[in-house]
């Protein structure tokens, strides 16, 4: 086993750090430690919470850190950070409200930046979360911020999903639709103070009454005001009546199973776009074919099916349909 | 050349229509209509129009076609839409301001979903803007939504990005960050009755003058009130000088033979992951090994370079880190 595996597995959290790094740079000692370790996760539990712009999410993660601190256990935080050019000025504010927990030793905070990735949750935040449980880490909460794939995608490494909501934000229905409702174990109308919380804690409510998404557990939907802390202690309540009851019912297994065989199929066409893109660097035929293509000689389309057809790709499963 | 295709280059709108269902669903007589009339496309100009949710760019499409209307020209508008989960209610409201346009003849509208798609702008846009071309479409407007790699995504089919930005929505440098001063060839601070219109295109304009990406080409910014129509007319003439300055300088042509040539690495990526999915959907092998991944009896990246190394696998070039 690598030096760093080892350094990883007895806790360093220099050693999680310099991992992290390797991660982020694709160095292939990184790959080597995740293999080295792989055997030895399972032990933490992973929080995702996941919501629109503005709902509080950063807010309620460190509520939660505050909180689950008390009781002594560690605390991992991932904020997924989708680096739109139009996030704003949020993010900055965030880190400054997270500041009372850097010097905490019992709290490991990372973000990163998903901008260049394509949809859904990078793998490297799956393999942070590893890297995180290899150490040692008790409680792993990852924050998805931004709209779109990387929120559905908390679902691939969370075992308990919190969708927070903004009452503010308007109608509850506009805001849980398209896959929402699939993935949220527990829900949380934050800014419970404002105009419009309990009408839209209702709605919700309602909506789960009609879907009955799963018949054995049933998404509860909380109040909180994240600023104050009003409601976190019931929401940290929530996330272990979850987890007992993944845990009791065989789902969590399950889950995370689930979790990693989708894991490996993402990887496996990572790799292969990868082996693809450097091929494609190295051809000297391309860029014939670019050229026709630019002077409209042939469609962008077309000119790829051939391109894939020709006796560079003959293999046998790169043609069939 | 098939019937679909002739009648779209006569300009008949349900030929575009069915053109464009045909698209949705994949259908090959699609990418063979594409094909074939790909050669007849280039005449329309495409204006891209990018920003954060809340700043209005569907205001400003529904008055630019107003605008360009009422000159006589053709207007098609592709509202490109993430179906994220947490968009709100914003868009019900676009549809309904856009409805005086829905009787106009002269005026095509088409949303476009993305959910489920990776990052950037998906290929349906770009044949969807080349069907429009090949129709006789003057004029064609793009507008993403959300944010994150669709909205940079819109240099990839757009002739001039107009980058609209709220001045509610706070620090204009942060807003401005990560690749936007990169596409944006026109700024609309939009809302400009609002507080901090002013000092955000002064502050534009600033960073502007720091950055000077384009020797050739300063991209000026303009304060609009979109939902009374105030600067509309201003906006025109800039993405008209816009597109003079590329005719004239070549860029034009530059900037279309990129965006060809991009698009034909993309969809190469994209037919050999849809590829790779059915083979790996077809592989007797392949339960075994997911079984091995959800069991962690091995981790799931080296288990992907293993099962791309295997046998099935063996042609060199997949092999060539």
């Keep these: 086993m690598s030096?760093?595996?080892?350094?990883?597995?007895?806790?360093?959290?220099?050693a999680l750090s310099r991992l992290i790094t390797l991660l982020e740079r694709g160095d292939p000692a990184a790959a080597e430690a995740m293999k080295a370790v792989?055997?030895?996760?399972?032990?933490?539990?992973?929080?995702?919470?996941?919501?629109?712009?503005?709902?509080?999410?950063?807010?309620?993660?460190?509520?939660?850190?505050?909180?689950?601190?008390?009781?002594?256990?560690?605390?991992?935080?991932?904020?997924?950070?989708?680096?739109?050019?139009?996030?704003?000025?949020?993010?900055?504010?965030d880190r400054i409200r997270m500041q009372r927990h850097y010097l905490d030793s019992g709290v490991f905070i990372r973000s990163v930046a998903t901008r260049g990735q394509t949809g859904g949750l990078p793998r490297?935040?799956?393999?942070?979360?590893?890297?995180?449980?290899?150490?040692?880490?008790?409680?792993?909460?990852v924050e998805t911020v931004g709209v779109g794939q990387t929120?559905?995608?908390?679902?691939?490494?969370a075992d308990t999903v919190v969708v927070a909501?903004?009452?503010?934000?308007?109608?509850?229905?506009?805001t849980l639709k398209?896959?929402?409702?699939?993935?949220?174990?527990?829900?949380?109308?934050?800014?419970?103070?404002?105009?419009?919380?309990?009408?839209?804690?209702?709605?919700?409510?309602g909506m789960?009454?009609?879907?009955?998404?799963?018949?054995?557990?049933?998404?509860?939907?909380?109040?909180?005001?994240?600023?104050?802390?009003?409601?976190?202690?019931?929401?940290?309540?929530?996330?272990?009546?979850?987890?007992?009851?993944?845990?009791?019912?065989?789902?969590?297994?399950?889950?995370?199973?689930?979790?990693?065989?989708r894991e490996f199929l993402e990887a496996v066409e990572e790799v292969l776009a990868q082996r693809l893109r450097n091929k494609v660097a190295n051809d000297p035929d391309l860029n014939a074919t670019l050229e026709k293509v630019a002077a409209k000689e042939t469609d962008p389309y077309s000119a790829a099916l051939e391109y894939l057809e020709s006796s560079l790709f003959s293999s046998d499963w790169l043609n069939a349909q």
Tied chains: 1, 2.
Excluded: C
């Design 208 to 261: 789960l009454h009609l879907a009955s998404v799963s018949p054995e557990w049933s998404p509860p939907v909380l109040l909180t005001a994240a600023l104050t802390g009003q409601g976190i202690q019931d929401l940290w309540m929530k996330i272990q009546d979850h987890r007992e009851f993944l845990t009791t019912s065989g789902g969590l297994e399950d889950r995370r199973g689930k979790q990693r065989k």
């Design 165 to 174: 909501l903004n009452p503010e934000s308007g109608d509850a229905i506009q």
């Design 124 to 141: 490297i935040v799956k393999s942070m979360v590893r890297a995180l449980d290899a150490a040692g880490t008790d409680l792993i909460l």
């Design 3 to 14: 030096e760093i595996a080892e350094r990883l597995l007895a806790g360093e959290q220099r």
């Design 178 to 205: 398209a896959g929402v409702m699939e993935i949220a174990d527990v829900y949380v109308v934050n800014k419970a103070d404002r105009e419009g919380a309990d009408q839209m804690a209702m709605a919700i409510t």
């Design 38 to 93: 792989d055997g030895h996760t399972g032990r933490a539990y992973t929080v995702g919470i996941t919501g629109p712009p503005g709902s509080g999410k950063s807010t309620i993660v460190d509520q939660l850190t505050q909180l689950v601190r008390e009781t002594g256990s560690s605390v991992g935080i991932i904020a997924v950070d989708p680096t739109s050019p139009f996030s704003g000025g949020a993010l900055l504010g």
């Design 151 to 157: 929120e559905l995608g908390i679902i691939s490494v």
